[in-house]
């Protein structure tokens, strides 16, 4: 079947003429469709074979696909949290609403636990002991209720979990021997394991591939693909010191690991390094933008001790923002009776694409469009 020019079509806006390339048979009617979505020169020198094809047919550059990390996201810092009757300090005034509530009506993705390891009750979850309020009283609660918000919506983009192990002999004695006595790091990996499925999940094995380590992973491979990390979950071990050393020498080069270790500089363990704290954005902003650059994750805050809400000042919250950080954690994340300051993520829905390594065509609707309520 060969092709040939179509009769000639006027543009009715410019009185411009020009002809059609197409098969035999083809009506005016079908030109009329072409012409509204082919790009097409004033004058075709000819038909197929030519310079004169409509670019319409030619492959368009393919889309660099989105990362998780290119997401920003916001976080709450001691996510499970309520205000003390008696609170002996200012830091400790504020109450969070249940770890769901945030999820479904304030946007949060990244949340932070604090977990006491109890002789009669397993793990628990909360501050101190002059600040106890919270909204779920053990770990495996906090997450029960976090697994049941996110099969509910399971095209939500990875959440972070930031765990804390708190241990009160640590104080007084060497972490090594408290630590081991308790066995709160296995407690943490074990409650992990039996409450929240692996295939919800993204680990170190998974990030680290066929890779030596799971530094080389990040910086030659990047962070799994978005569409394939929907519904799941992200752990990270919210330590530092003896309390990390222990778990990297359970979990050696991370294998079989649940959680990410967290640092707060590069350069101590190669080939571990993946996710950083740090959480001062107007002093480490230059930092957490190399390290975003880098292809790492990394968490800052917004707030803290009610300085800045107090103030309603947001600059720490604006710096955090430029800086690039991945999750920025907030006291704060809804409004408050009697005060001004709280957070969002801007044009966020609830989250947007990281201002500094997210693909230029990024949307916020492209990182996640589940409806958030007022």
Not at 184 to 208: A, G, H, K, Y
Request: aromatic fraction near 10%.
């Amino acid at each position: 079947m060969g092709w040939y020019a179509a009769p000639m079509v006027t543009n009715s806006s410019s009185s411009e003429s020009f002809f059609v390339c197409g098969p035999p048979g083809l009506t005016m009617r079908s030109v009329a469709i072409l012409t509204t979505i082919l790009v097409i020169s004033p004058v075709l020198s000819g038909c197929l074979g030519t310079d004169a094809i409509p670019s319409i047919f030619e492959d368009s550059p393919e889309q660099e696909p989105l990362r998780i990390n290119h997401i920003q996201m916001e976080g709450t810092h001691n996510s499970y949290h309520v205000e003390p009757i008696f609170s002996p300090t200012r830091e400790y005034m504020y109450t969070h609403d249940d770890l769901d509530i945030q999820a479904s009506d304030q946007g949060v993705r990244q949340f932070e636990i604090d977990v006491w390891w109890d002789v009669r009750d397993g793990l628990r979850v909360y501050h101190n002991q002059y600040d106890s309020g919270t909204t779920c009283p053990t770990f495996q609660s906090c997450l029960e209720v976090l697994l049941e918000w996110s099969l509910e919506n399971s095209q939500h983009h990875p959440i972070m979990i930031w765990v804390e192990p708190k241990d009160w002999p640590e104080q007084a004695a060497e972490i090594t021997t408290t630590v081991e006595l308790t066995g709160i790091l296995q407690e943490i990996e074990s409650e992990i394991s039996e409450f929240w499925p692996l295939n919800l999940s993204i680990t170190p094995d998974e990030v680290r591939g066929e890779r030596s380590n799971l530094t080389d992973a990040i910086l030659n491979d990047g962070w799994p693909l978005l569409e394939e990390s929907r519904g799941k979950v992200m752990f990270v071990l919210l330590a530092t010191g003896g309390m990390r050393d222990l778990y990297l020498e359970e979990y050696p080069g991370l294998a079989g690991a649940r959680m990410f270790p967290m640092f707060t500089s590069q350069g101590q363990y190669p080939g571990e390094e993946a996710v950083f704290s740090l959480t001062d954005p107007i002093g480490d902003g230059g930092e957490i933008t190399r390290l975003v650059e880098d292809g790492f994750i990394v968490r800052t805050r917004a707030d803290s001790g009610g300085t800045e809400p107090d103030n309603n000042d947001t600059s720490r919250f604006e710096a955090a923002l430029s800086s690039g950080a991945h999750t920025i954690a907030t006291d704060y994340p809804a409004p408050v009776d009697g005060m001004d300051y709280w957070i969002e993520i801007p044009e966020g829905s609830p989250s947007r694409c990281n201002p500094i390594v997210s693909p230029d065509w990024c949307t916020s609707l492209a990182v996640e469009s589940l409806e958030i309520s007022d």
